[in-house]
């Protein structure tokens, strides 16, 4: 049952830049947005801008643990493919089917690249797609071919049932797509010249749209963005704004850029909307952010908006981006690793909105319940068993790692919070671990501070600690009583020091000036006159005022 | 001896008719400043001896006089020249010996030299212990003999005159009494900090290290720079962490100490992460330098401390725990002998108080079960050191405060306020408003600000700021 997740080197994700020299520019453009969208991803995460603050701070109190995952599962993107051996429950076709447009292939190829028993299915499903959407991102087609004929040459599981004009390349409808795919273009930016030049508002943004619309549907993704960028300067009405925003996040998405994402959302939401589709588009807006906030490791956040989305995504309208499967199952893994008790009855259970897509995926509504119940055996299991289709997940898998480690000190947590002693014998049964490895957990959990207890090693059982809150005051305040007295007596000599002159300088013949008089009778209060000495004062009555209100702003707030 | 010169006789009658300060200041001391060294060498011959005519107790600075050349001259063990040594430092009168403290450097110094001569460093720490409290004006104050002193002590590796001194925290510093600058400051607090490192009292080490560092700087020192290193390690000892300095280190001290003490830096971060294969590559890494700045000794402490903050750590998880168990999670698992090394370990610091634990030997290995600390802070002793702090607290705040009003009083002072308003170092802020008020009344940054510009605007430089104040808050105009 246990899935076989093997960091593999061969099975790297080969990107599309592999087959580039057969193709024109637009493979080549495929290649590089890829590793755009990995070198882009990295520093982004540190610099989200700055007006989305507020989300990222309530985000950072909330969880600890996320951001100590963050860096581990950026760098588990790069380095280890994880490839699973075969899904537990996941029934492609089904799957697939809740997802429409770029998304749709992009998962396929994403689960091809990771699952060996179902990479011919997924290739001939993404295959089929692309060919009935009649695609204009002909390299992907022919790579996604190029795939399939390799698949089955190493004959991976399905390849009796793969027909043969799936296997051939269809050179005719290729080269005749591209043409016409570089036709549109042509006319498109004609057209774009000439509103331009006639200088129509209206007519230019509609036309950057266009050509945006056109460059997403070739797969050239930055261009497509480049393209909607455009078209800030001539909105005028806020739905052309939206309308903006709507299709940079579309195009962000894709990319990966997602604290792009984060700023557009915001951009959205400040505007004033629109009557018509207001719900969805909002819905749809938290959904983009939450998936950003995914992304980023931002776990509670992104929680807090997938359980905000409200029940207007229930029928795939997002289809392109999300379905409303994925909304239950990153909503309810993100808000078990980072909500207490109380915010999962009150967030998630009692949330009417978000209720109905957990009917889509019952294994997650269980899986709250039985962790709102305590029933962390049920919990466990459900985890365990879903899994590998989480892997197999284009958003989700590199974090699943974090939100499952996350999950179980959740449950750990919560398990030794009402009692006072805790066989640990018995514990490990309930969450079917040894006992070392138990007391392994238990131990980061103690140090981490948030269990507060202490191991007994020789009887296996853990304590509830009694600390004694005046003990601990009294520590505290003759350790802040010290150092205040400490500090205090420093700035009073140092203030001394500096009024008596007495402070380190080069040696006179350096400086060549006869300032270094330190005759003995000199005056106290003009130790050497003029603009230094007034200067001097102001910085050491600057320090002392600093010293004593934060000091004072100290003890107030503490 | 020259005709021209005074005799003894002479000179002793001069001194004798200067009775009070100021005849000493204004007459004597031009008089005897006049007068050839030699005349102080000279011997007695048949003449009255000064040093047995004059009184060290009245006669203090004429008396100092001639004892530097008694001393200087001295050579070896000199039973009947130490007792007026001793007899001048018990009874020396400290305003007069003030007047000049050249002359008592000199003496010092000539005391020092006499002590190393005769290898017997007692010679010189005692009195010099002594004369130091004679000299001071305050209890707190700085002398110049004060690095000399710490720097004799800590050569003889004996410390137990010097401790009161450097118990005593320097409050007062005024070169104009005591004729110093501030290498005497750096040295004493260099010297005291390696004198407590050395009887293990890190946390007072740590202190005096952070003065010398932190002490106001216009270029760095070669000495602050050596406090520096031994600060970082000294409170890695003390507290597993290196301390933040204060914010008002000086920059150029602070530029150095990045570049001088990368090592030290790279040491201590390695030790914050509290892994072992860490700090002990680091270590090797550093030890040359660590050899060379002689400050390995440290270092290997700072490793030994590891093992026992590891412990510490271990109370806060741990009710019971074996040894072999205690052994591995410090990572001492692998060394042969590790078990008795954390036993011996867990002992002593059970005997320092630094853990609260049994070892019982029931079981194989041994088993350590750790206790909570058996003070309950219910008793009166709890009571009286916080009353204690308290007060020390208070009067320490009193002494800030006066001196705040007092710079902001000085001509100096006030003529910066009112021809600088947008200086960038222009310290009238809210903080300051509120200082008038008290500090208690410290409410939010804009809360007693209609009360305070009540005040303010009684005294003209303040007015001028608070009239732009009312008319847009939060846009400062500095």
């Known amino acids: ?558 | 001896m020259a005709p021209s010169d005074p005799s003894f006789d002479e000179i002793i009658s001069k001194i004798q008719a200067a009775t009070d300060i100021a005849a000493v200041t204004k007459t004597l001391a031009p008089y005897l400043n006049n007068l050839n060294d030699h005349v102080f060498a000279a011997q007695p011959n048949g003449q009255a001896d000064p040093l047995d005519a004059l009184d060290p107790a009245t006669h203090s600075f004429a008396y100092l006089y001639f004892l530097v050349h008694r001393c200087k001259a001295s050579h070896g063990f000199d039973h009947a020249l130490l007792a007026k040594v001793w007899a001048f430092v018990t009874t020396c009168d400290g305003e007069q010996v003030r007047l000049t403290s050249q002359k008592a450097m000199s003496f010092a110094e000539a005391l020092v030299k006499v002590a190393t001569e005769t290898h017997q460093p007692i010679i010189a720490i005692k009195p010099l212990a002594i004369f130091i409290q004679r000299l001071q004006a305050s209890p707190g104050q700085l002398t110049m003999i004060h690095p000399l002193l710490a720097k004799t002590c800590l050569l003889a590796q004996s410390v137990k005159e010097i401790l009161p001194i450097l118990d005593n925290d320097i409050s007062d510093v005024k070169p104009q009494q005591t004729h110093i600058n501030y290498k005497d400051f750096l040295l004493y607090h260099y010297y005291g900090g390696m004198i407590y490192a050395f009887l293990k009292n890190f946390e007072r080490a740590v202190e005096f290290f952070k003065l010398a560092v932190s002490a106001p700087a216009e270029v760095a020192s070669a000495i602050q720079i050596e406090a520096h290193k031994k600060y970082v390690l000294t409170s890695l000892l003390q507290y597993g962490r290196v301390l933040p300095l204060p914010k008002y280190i000086a920059s150029a001290v602070q530029r150095t100490i990045k570049v001088q003490c990368v090592v030290y830096a790279d040491f201590a971060t390695a030790y914050e992460k509290k892994s072992n294969g860490a700090i002990r590559t680091e270590l090797e890494k550093a030890k040359p330098i660590f050899v060379r700045d002689k400050n390995f000794g440290l270092a290997k402490q700072c490793m030994e401390a590891l093992h026992r903050r590891n412990i510490q750590e271990l109370t806060r998880t741990y009710l019971t725990l074996s040894i072999e168990n205690i052994t591995s999670l410090i990572g001492l698992g692998s060394e042969p002998d590790g078990a008795r090394r954390v036993e011996g370990i867990i002992v002593r610091m059970i005997e320092s108080g630094a853990v609260f634990a049994t070892i019982s030997h029931e079981h194989a290995g041994g088993m350590v079960s750790f206790l909570d600390d058996p003070n309950q802070h219910n008793n009166t002793i709890t009571m009286d050191m916080i009353n204690a702090q308290i007060q020390r607290a208070t009067a320490i705040t009193a002494k800030l405060s006066a001196m705040d009003q007092a710079i902001s009083s000085m001509p100096a002072f006030f003529n910066k306020g009112s021809h600088g308003p947008d200086h960038s170092g222009y310290p009238m802020d809210e903080s300051d408003y509120s200082m008038h008020m008290g500090y208690d009344n410290y409410v939010d940054e804009g809360a007693p600000l209609s009360a305070i510009e009540h005040k303010a605007s009684s005294s003209s430089p303040k007015k001028q700021r608070t009239e732009s104040d009312s008319g847009k808050r939060g846009r400062r105009s500095g």
């Open chain 1, 1 to 558: 049952m246990d899935p076989r997740l093997s960091p593999d080197p061969t099975s790297l994700d080969p990107t599309p830049g592999h087959i580039s020299n057969t193709m024109d520019t637009s493979a080549d453009n495929h290649a590089s947005m890829d590793s755009d969208m990995f070198t882009d991803s990295q520093p982004a995460s540190a610099g989200t801008p700055s007006s989305l603050s507020n989300v990222n701070l309530t985000a950072d109190g909330g969880s600890n643990a996320g951001g100590g995952a963050e860096g581990n599962s950026k760098r588990k993107r790069f380095v280890k493919v994880v490839e699973v051996d075969a899904p537990n429950n996941l029934d492609l076709d089904a799957y697939i089917a809740t997802y429409k447009g770029h998304t749709k292939v992009n998962r396929l190829e994403f689960i091809a690249d990771r699952c060996p028993s179902l990479q011919v299915d997924a290739l001939k499903l993404a295959i089929t797609e692309l060919r009935n959407t009649n695609t204009l991102h002909v390299s992907r087609y022919i790579n996604l071919a190029r795939k399939l004929n390799e698949a089955v040459k190493f004959g991976a599981p399905g390849s009796a049932s793969v027909s043969s004009d799936l296997l051939t390349v269809d050179k005719a409808w290729a080269d005749s797509q591209m043409l016409k795919a570089k036709q549109q273009t042509d006319l498109l930016e004609g057209e774009l010249k000439n509103y331009k030049r006639n200088s129509i508002k209206e007519s230019i943004r509609m036309g950057n749209i266009e050509l945006g619309n056109h460059y997403y549907a070739c797969g050239d993704l930055t261009s497509a963005h480049r393209s909607y960028s455009r078209t800030r300067d001539y909105c005028t009405t806020s739905k052309h704004i939206i309308e903006l925003c709507m299709n940079v996040i579309k195009a962000s998405i894709e990319l990966g850029n997602f604290p792009h994402v984060l700023t557009y959302v915001v951009k959205a939401e400040s505007t004033p909307e629109v009557a018509q589709d207001k719900e969805l588009t909002k819905a749809k807006l938290k959904a983009a952010s939450g998936l950003a906030n995914l992304d980023l490791s931002k776990y509670p956040a992104a929680a807090r908006d997938f359980l905000s989305i409200g029940e207007e995504l229930v029928g795939n309208q997002y289809g392109d981006v999300i379905s409303a499967n994925d909304i239950a199952v990153y909503g309810g893994l993100c808000a078990l690793a980072s909500f207490n008790r109380t915010e999962l009855k009150r967030l998630v259970i009692d949330n009417v909105g978000f209720r109905q897509y957990l009917e889509l995926e019952p294994h997650i509504r269980d899986l709250i319940q039985g962790f709102y119940n305590s029933n962390y055996v049920l919990c466990l299991d459900i985890m365990d068993k879903w899994k590998n289709d989480y892997l197999l997940d284009l958003h989700l898998h590199s974090h699943i790692e974090a939100l499952y480690t996350n999950i179980r000190k959740k449950a750990l947590v919560q398990f030794t919070s009402p009692f006072l002693t805790v066989d640990l014998t018995k514990m490990a049964k309930s969450f079917s671990t040894t006992v070392p490895a138990l007391e392994k957990e238990l131990v980061s959990l103690i140090i981490g501070g948030q269990i507060e207890a202490r191991i007994d090693s020789q009887q296996k059982i853990l304590w509830a600690k009694q600390t004694n809150k005046r003990s601990a005051i009294f520590e505290r305040s003759t350790a802040m009583g010290q150092d205040y007295e400490r500090e205090a007596k420093a700035l009073v000599l140092r203030m001394q020091m500096t009024n008596h002159g007495l402070v380190v300088k080069s040696p006179p013949g350096e400086r060549g000036g006869p300032n270094d008089s330190e005759s003995p009778f000199e005056g106290p209060h003009h130790p050497r006159g003029g603009r230094d000495g007034r200067e001097m004062f102001a910085g050491t009555r600057a320090n002392v005022s600093s010293f004593l209100s934060s000091f004072s702003r100290d003890r107030h707030h503490r």
